[in-house]
Nanobody, 126 residues
C-alpha cells in the first residue's frame, strides 16, 4: 500500500504564491506516477498537473499552465506543486495521487490513479 500526505495549503491573496507538498510512503516512490488534482465545492475533481516517474516530463491543465510547476524529489519521496500568480478560481481542495504501474509518461484523469492523499485546502482571496 501507498500512503500520501499533503501539506502546505492555506489562505493567500490573489497574485500570491503557495507550495503544496505530498510525502509518500509504503512503496518505492520512484516507481510511482504522480499527479495533482483539485476539487472546488460543487465541481468535479479535475487534473491540475502530472509528472513522470523520473520527473523528466510534465503535464499541466490549460488553466494553470505558466503559473504552476510540478516537481518531484525521489530521494525525499515527495512531489511538489508550486503555485504562483494565484487567482480566486484556484480555490479548492488539492489532492495528490499516485499510480503504481503503467506504460504512459503520465496520467491525467482521477480514475487512472490507485492512491490518494487526504487533500489540503487552498483558498485564494480577491
Amino acid at each position: 500500500q501507498v500512503q500520501l500526505v499533503e501539506s502546505g495549503g492555506g489562505l493567500v491573496q490573489a497574485g500570491g504564491s503557495l507550495r503544496v507538498s505530498c510525502a509518500a510512503s509504503g512503496r518505492t516512490f520512484s516507481n510511482l506516477y504522480m499527479g495533482w488534482f483539485r476539487q472546488a465545492p460543487g465541481k468535479e475533481r479535475e487534473s491540475v498537473a502530472a509528472i513522470t516517474r523520473t520527473g523528466s516530463r510534465t503535464y499541466y491543465a490549460d488553466s494553470v499552465k505558466g503559473r504552476f510547476t510540478i516537481s518531484r524529489d525521489n530521494a525525499k519521496n515527495t512531489v511538489y506543486l508550486q503555485m504562483n500568480s494565484l487567482k480566486p478560481e484556484d480555490t479548492a481542495v488539492y489532492y495528490c495521487a499516485g499510480r503504481s504501474n503503467g506504460g504512459l509518461y503520465y496520467y491525467t484523469t482521477p480514475n487512472e490513479y490507485n492512491y490518494w492523499g487526504q487533500g489540503t485546502q487552498v483558498t485564494v482571496s480577491s
